[in-house]
């Protein structure tokens, strides 16, 4: 099982101005997979308030993820990549890359995306759109090889090469 935590960058979220989609659709993508949810919050789209958060996920609740949803458009106050970006140990492009790739086959708005991944410590972290529509699509597109990439991170797989 792995233990994840949620985090919602939105300054209506936060503020109780908009009711949020991200935290029950995140749940419903990770139902009948081997995940459990030990954390969630909404914060304001600050960069200080995000990194507390990834910080308390990361490095007190150890967590083997951290997805984080929201903040990475073009709005002034879209900052969650800034937040993240000086706390990673490791980036991990694959998977960001991954998203927006398969996004552009939905829509081409996709190549607006500046979500970013990585690893701190022992905890992969991985930032979605803020939408819970794409957050459905971008989950459900990199579950499956997300588990084997958790498994190497947190040590319970060896090998990354197939077996013929």
């Known amino acids: 099982m792995y233990r ?5 960058s939105s300054d209506k979220g936060s503020q109780n101005l908009r009711v949020d989609g991200g935290i029950p659709t995140i749940q419903k993508c990770m139902l009948n997979e081997p ?14 308030k995000l990194q507390a958060e990834i ?13 984080i949803s929201g903040g990475t458009g073009f709005s002034v106050r879209d900052v969650t990549p800034e937040a993240l970006y000086p706390l990673l140990d490791k980036h991990t492009p694959g998977i960001s890359e991954a998203i927006r790739a398969y996004s ?10 500046r979500a970013i991944s990585g690893i701190r410590k022992e905890t992969l972290i ?3 759109p803020g939408s819970p529509k794409a957050v459905e699509e971008s ?14 991170l947190i040590g319970s797989a060896q ?5 013929d």
């Open 104 to 113: 552009m086959t939905i829509t081409k708005k996709a190549m607006l995306s």
């Open 4 to 8: 994840y935590a949620v985090i919602i």
């Open 159 to 163: 090998e990354c090469a197939r077996k």
């Open 126 to 128: 991985i930032t979605l």
């Open 55 to 67: 910080l308390h996920s990361a490095d007190e609740l150890k967590v083997d993820l951290v997805l």
């Open 35 to 48: 995940f459990e949810m030990v954390y969630s919050v909404i914060v304001p789209d600050e960069i200080d």
């Open 139 to 152: 989950l459900n597109y990199i579950l499956e090889p997300l588990k084997h990439g958790l498994d190497i």
